[in-house]
């Protein structure tokens, strides 16, 4: 039997190749050395010659990728499609290993989906890799989708949907016109000391359940939602006032334990992390790290959360006036740009928020809970330092500590300073510096006391929501806020607004096409 295990582990070893910008086309077996990835793995519809367990190395230089790549020796690729022209699945267990000291760019070409498919693969590693594009666009705003030739762009850096066990290592994925990296029926994937960076409508997309164990590591998650000019920098960066996207990650209903260590979130122009729309299992640990500058929330989860040891700047108005975003841009402080929002989904679920500074609260709420709250819920909240600031969509007041449905909050070594309202039993609080109007500003017209839950329902002429989005009804829209005053905006709003805030599980989000107000579940 011993024998029989040495002899298997020899076998599983596979041939190693090299990528080299100075190497022929030809390939003779094992050792051999190609100017292009794609002589030993090409694009769909063509032979690998890569086989299980395999590992490339890649010296530094620059490979296109796309319709304009090397050995398409079944011509499967053409200029009508050139989309669909992108490389075969990478088999199970091969390594693709660049020059760490200086890593080797692909970058995509021709509206290709996708850079790197692993799509249904197991086992992968890519470890330092440049992958991006080369033109300065977002897919569906500037990017040019009329005519041939459409430039130097892709749509993905990576697609690792329907894998298990990929390890991203070492990688900087930035520029792509939709996605740096998408997944989906995902399990056990690692990323570690990585960058996801300006891509056009998201760093990561997560399409679909995922499983295992889901790891960020010593990774950065910026500026997504954003093109990338030629110096390297942020540009065009819009939001979904102007019809685009932009989480740092994002996910549809999900599974999986979701593991985030010393990974920042900062100046996606969506939420930075999103992982709201949780399935009743899994998890989500957060340790260390920065969230900031999310125009958004900086946190979103529905799973049971622990977050220990991270840096949180709400300030959710960060792109307000800067020149890099796209014309029309409006998505400061989205969805009320709550800092943190944690869902309920399940009896008995726990949240814990332990060693945390978080400062320049600008949404409406430092802290959302919501769901399906039963009072079997709890929130541990120890060591923490919480500070508000202006509520930016109502700029005559702070933001408020908490709105939600979970009672059971424990707090120990807390202090929450510069938000509206009393203070929570058992932390030590400061109150707001009061907020002077201008002469600009108009009066503060009194608004009355918040009443209770079930006649802000009864009262209100807006439909209940439920299961899903409730379409907008001449009862719900009033003019933009971007067209009134603040005050305006806070009593326009206050059937639905406080209804979706005290009584229902919703949020309010805003859609300029057609200058009304919905209400989602979260």
């Not at 001449?474 to 005053?485: H, L, V």
Request: proline share 5%.
């Amino acid at each position: 039997m011993r024998v029989l295990i040495i002899i298997l582990s020899f076998f599983l070893m596979g041939s190693t190749y090299y990528v080299n910008p100075n190497s022929g086309t030809e390939c003779d077996g094992d050792g051999c050395s190609v100017n292009h990835l794609y002589w030993l793995h090409p694009v769909k519809g063509n032979t690998s010659l890569l086989k299980e367990g395999d590992t490339v190395h890649v010296a530094s230089g620059e490979y296109e990728m796309g319709l304009n790549g090397p050995n398409d020796r079944k011509g499967t690729c053409d200029k009508s499609w050139p989309w669909s022209c992108y490389m075969n699945r990478i088999p199970k267990g091969v390594q693709i290993i660049g020059d760490c000291a200086n890593p080797p760019v692909f970058w995509g070409a021709e509206r290709a989906d996708y850079i790197f498919n692993l799509n249904g693969s197991s086992d992968v590693t890519l470890k330092c890799l440049d992958i991006t594009d080369k033109a300065d666009c977002i897919e569906f705003q500037t990017c040019n989708r009329g005519t041939f030739p459409y430039g130097k762009w892709a749509d993905v850096g990576v697609d690792v949907r329907n894998t298990s066990n990929v390890v991203i290592d070492t990688i900087d994925i930035h520029g792509l016109s939709l996605y740096g990296l998408v997944m989906g029926n995902t399990s056990n994937l690692t990323v570690v000391d990585s960058k996801i960076r300006m891509n056009g409508w998201g760093g990561v997309d997560s399409r679909g359940s995922n499983s295992g164990d889901i790891k960020f590591i010593r990774t950065d998650i910026e500026y997504n939602g954003c093109s990338e000019n030629e110096h390297g920098q942020p540009n065009k960066c819009w939001g979904q006032q102007q019809g685009g996207y932009g989480d740092g990650l994002g996910s549809k209903k999900t599974k999986g334990n979701w593991y985030f260590e010393d990974t920042n979130f900062l100046h996606n122009t969506s939420d930075g992390l999103d992982l709201l729309y949780a399935d009743t299992e899994g998890s989500v640990e957060i340790k260390g790290g920065t969230f900031e500058g999310n125009a958004g929330n900086q946190i979103k989860s529905g799973f049971q959360t622990t977050i220990q040891g991270a840096r949180i700047v709400g300030n959710c108005d960060y792109f307000s006036d800067k020149t890099l975003t796209w014309t029309g841009w409006g998505d400061d402080c989205r969805a009320l740009g709550q800092t943190i929002a944690l869902a309920v989904k399940r009896p008995d679920q726990y949240f814990e928020i332990r060693d945390v500074t978080m400062t320049q609260g600008h949404g409406d709420t430092i802290l959302l809970t919501s769901g399906s709250c039963d009072g079997t819920q709890k929130l541990n909240i120890f060591d923490s330092t919480f500070e508000g600031g202006v509520d930016y969509h109502q700029p005559f007041e702070n933001t408020a500590w908490h709105w939600g449905c979970i009672k059971d909050i424990n707090y120990s070594n807390v202090n929450v300073t510069g938000v509206k309202g009393g203070c929570p039993e058992g932390a030590t609080c400061s109150s707001p510096t009061p907020i002077e109007p201008t002469s600009d500003d108009p009066p503060i017209v009194e608004v009355p006391s918040d009443p209770p839950v079930s006649e802000l329902i009864e009262e209100s002429t807006c439909p209940v929501c439920e299961e899903c989005i409730i379409p907008d009804t001449s009862e719900c829209t009033i003019p933009s806020p971007k067209r009134i005053t603040a005050t305006q905006f806070r009593n326009g709003l206050k059937k639905c607004y406080e209804r979706a805030l005290l009584g229902d599980p919703c949020e309010i989000f805003h859609n300029t096409y057609r200058e009304t107000f919905i209400l989602q579940k979260l």
